[in-house]
């Protein structure tokens, strides 16, 4: 035993470090820092004691006050039958201590058990409020994505229930002074201790699951994307507050909800406060723009109003749809609007679905063509861009917006950003061409396909190979349906037309801007540097050997779909075969989910499928190094992983369930924490992750200078800069002997391969 005073502020122990040592406390205060929360431990307390069991401690603890600390070397059970041979006087202590510190963390059990059924029942609520206010001001109820699924919490490792009151009768017993003899027995004592720490990690990983749970909960009240139930409240607030009805209960209501986020620790307090101030801001806008502007804001509704008045036939008129077709579908798209429930999923509203599908998609393809031959007027290109077909099922005020919006969408600012339509007309150019189908087949393998089955002769393959208008039908036969429905997010709810139902919120926050989707791509750029660097063959006579493989960028092409959506996909890595294309991601022009989440997941997914891509059939060979032959590599044997405390093989198991034992999806979700928190200083995932992702997905220079003092990282940047030197050291040397071989100057390849590696 040794008797050590520690200073404010030190990590006695650290998390992930290996056990070697547990100590009582004897003054002072500690702070038992747990995933998600702490417990302050007082003298008396055991320090330690969680992880008796374990390799390495779970979490870190940290001197609140200046401490003094009793520290007792521990490596097994063993070390605790030596020190009670030394020292039998020891026993009631560490009892004494491994109890106080079960009721520690059984109150934080209860109390957080306390809170997530609090938070289910104030969500439940909640609902039930939003749809009653949805009825009386009549406005549409709009579906909140993941509400479907929450239920009531069940845990699947809960406590058993006897254990509060075991450990409360063994309190009683220990107090009694004729049961002191139990002290003395070392099998009672050690076995005590032991059995104290399992059930230790036992309520704690209840508590990290329910903490989880509350989290998920906790998104849907509110979230930064603004797909949340305050911002369901606040649509309904301006809605009621432009057609000057009161709006008294919603702001009421809307109180409530932050009340209830302040006190829910899984929400950032920053957002909390960001959020707070925008509906303060909010109200006071309404405020303001029930008294300035009323007239002109008004005049300028009821024109476009007037230019909206009849949409569908103008719609219809520009296509020059038969009077048949016409008529078909203005019955079923009156009857879509009768629709109290668009959610629904019954068979008669699924066959009117299917209907208006099929005939969207006919009047799209013959409205393209038309409108290469002559004048697109607004509406047309509210149409083609977003879906809009009539004002009434859009909703007036999202109408207004598009229309206003349509006027000059279409200025792709310099990005590879296409709006749908848009793509159309390069492929009709020769620009680009079509993207494969749900079946993997490319627009000249789909034509093989016809010519074996003996669908078109070699004349007519010929034919098509070349026909640039049967590329656009290919084209949109394919995309426009499955694209769209992919991009929804809920592809049998789904119909094409442009419904107020889908609005969570009102248009101006959800329509992408070619501006938001490059920012949100540069966002993930700045910390994954490489990710759509692809590897190619420089062949010069100015190199010294036959060929260099350098590595470039191709940044993907990015095409919006014209519909609402919560879901982006990446359609294809590369174009046909040739790897040195672009890969195409589809996303829904009214964008309901976060743009900046979106394209880090999906470029999670490209690292995945590229790597895949290069790999070939040995994508999950160990041994061919690579991202994906590695991570599948760690999912499939993580049980036998000595590198994995119990803790992380636990994690790893929950988050394989999260992702339903798909390894890509399990791969994302390690890559956005990656993006997202590591790269920030803030550890989400255990060593061997850590370990991949930083080789294959590395760090800008300077983030990893700032991160470089940090254990978790320091031997990983080293391993990785030394790599980098030598391959820079190579390419420098390249670059010189080329130089001297071309009259002083260095070829542009080798510069921007140099560049690469500096970074």
């Known amino acids: 035993m040794a008797e050590i005073q520690i200073k404010k502020d030190t990590t006695i122990y650290h998390k992930d470090t290996p056990v070697r040592a547990v100590g009582i406390l004897i003054e002072g205060q500690v702070s038992m820092k747990l995933a998600h929360g702490e417990i302050t431990l007082e003298a008396g307390d055991g320090i330690g004691f969680l992880d008796l069991f374990q390799l390495s401690h779970s979490c870190d603890y940290v001197a609140l006050t200046d401490v003094v600390v009793d520290s007792y070397p521990y490596r097994s059970e063993e070390s605790f039958r030596q020190l009670f041979d030394q020292d039998p006087t020891l026993a009631p202590t560490f009892i004494w201590a491994a109890l106080k ?9 209860s109390m957080t058990k306390y809170r997530c059924n609090a938070l ?3 969500l439940m609520e909640f609902y039930r409020d939003y749809t009653r206010f949805s009825k009386q001001y009549a406005l549409p109820t709009k579906h909140l994505p993941g509400l479907e699924n929450v239920q009531p919490l069940e845990l699947g490792n809960t406590p058993y229930a006897f254990l509060s009151r075991y450990y409360k009768d063994m309190e009683n017993i220990c107090l009694s002074e004729s049961l002191a003899p139990l002290f003395e027995r070392r099998g009672f004592v050690i076995g005590f201790l032991l059995r104290v720490s399992q059930d230790l990690h036992l309520y704690l990983t209840s508590y990290e699951e329910m903490y989880d749970y509350i989290s998920e909960l906790s998104i849907l009240l509110i979230n930064e994307d603004h797909l949340d139930f305050v911002d369901l409240y ?12 009161d709006i008294l209960p919603i702001n009421a209501a809307i109180s409530r909800m932050f009340i209830r986020a302040k006190g829910v620790s899984s929400i950032d307090m920053a957002l909390y406060k960001d959020r707070l101030s925008e509906y303060q801001e909010l109200t006071k806008a309404l405020s303001h723009m029930q008294q300035i502007n009323e007239n002109d804001q008004e005049a300028h509704e009821k024109l476009v109003l007037s230019q909206l008045k009849n949409a569908t036939l103008q719609i219809l008129g520009y296509a020059q749809m038969s009077e048949e077709f016409s008529a078909d579908f203005m019955k079923d798209l009156n009857a879509y609007k009768a629709v109290t429930d668009k959610n629904a999923a019954s068979d008669e509203l699924n066959q009117l679905r299917s209907r208006l599908c099929t005939a969207f998609y006919e009047l799209y393809t013959q409205a393209f063509f038309i409108s290469r031959t002559k004048d697109i007027p607004v509406i047309m290109k509210m149409f083609f861009y977003f879906g809009f077909i009539d004002e009434e099922l859009c909703g007036q005020e999202n109408a207004i917006y598009l229309y206003d919006l349509g006027s000059t969408y279409g200025n792709r600012e310099g990005t590879q950003v296409y709006p749908f339509y848009d793509y159309l007309v390069l492929i ?13 087949q490319d627009y000249n393998a789909y034509l093989q396909t016809m010519l074996r089955d003996n669908s078109i002769t070699q004349a007519e393959f010929d034919t098509l190979s070349s026909d640039q208008k049967q590329k656009v039908q290919f084209e949109l036969r394919q995309l426009l349906p499955a694209g769209g429905k992919v991009t929804y997010g809920r592809p049998a709810l789904f119909c094409p037309l442009l419904s107020e139902h889908d609005f969570l919120r009102p248009a101006e926050n959800c329509c992408l801007t070619f501006h938001a989707i490059k920012e949100a791509l540069q966002n993930v750029l700045a910390v994954d540097f490489s990710a759509y660097y692809r590897d190619y063959i420089y062949t ?9 493989v350098l590595q470039h960028e191709i940044l993907p092409d990015i095409i919006l779909m014209p519909n609402t959506g919560t879901r982006g996909i990446l359609w294809q890595e590369i174009e046909g075969h040739d790897r040195q294309t672009p890969a195409s991601m589809l996303l829904p022009a009214i964008c309901l989910s976060d743009i900046h989440l979106m394209m880090l997941r999906l470029t999670g997914e490209f690292r995945w499928e590229m790597c895949k891509r290069v790999q070939g059939a040995r994508w999950n060979d160990v041994t061919d190094h690579s991202l994906t032959s590695e991570f599948f590599d760690y999912l499939q044997f993580y049980k036998k992983n000595r590198d994995l405390s119990a803790d992380a093989k636990e994690k790893c198991h929950m988050q394989l369930q999260k992702a339903k034992n798909r390894f890509k999806d399990a791969f994302i979700l390690d890559y956005m924490a990656w993006v997202l928190y590591e790269s920030a200083g803030s550890p989400r995932l255990n060593k061997v992750t850590r370990q991949i992702l930083s080789r294959y997905c590395p760090f800008p220079k300077e983030y990893r200078e700032k991160l470089k003092t940090n254990p978790l990282y320091t031997s990983l940047f080293e391993r990785y800069e030394n790599n980098k030197k030598k391959e820079l050291t190579r390419m420098n040397s390249v670059a010189f002997r080329a130089q001297r071989n071309n009259h002083g100057q260095t070829p542009e390849p080798l510069l921007a391969q140099i560049e690469y590696l500096e970074k």
């Open 120 to 122: 289910y029942t104030a």
């Open 101 to 109: 510190q079960f009721f520690h963390v059984e109150e934080l059990y």
């Open 234 to 245: 606040t649509t309904i607030l301006v809605t009621a507050s432009h057609r000057r009805q």
């Open 428 to 440: 009709l150019n020769g620009e680009k061409q079509p993207h494969k189908n749900e079946f993997d």
């Open 540 to 548: 010069s006579p100015l190199l010294a050997t036959t060929h260099e």
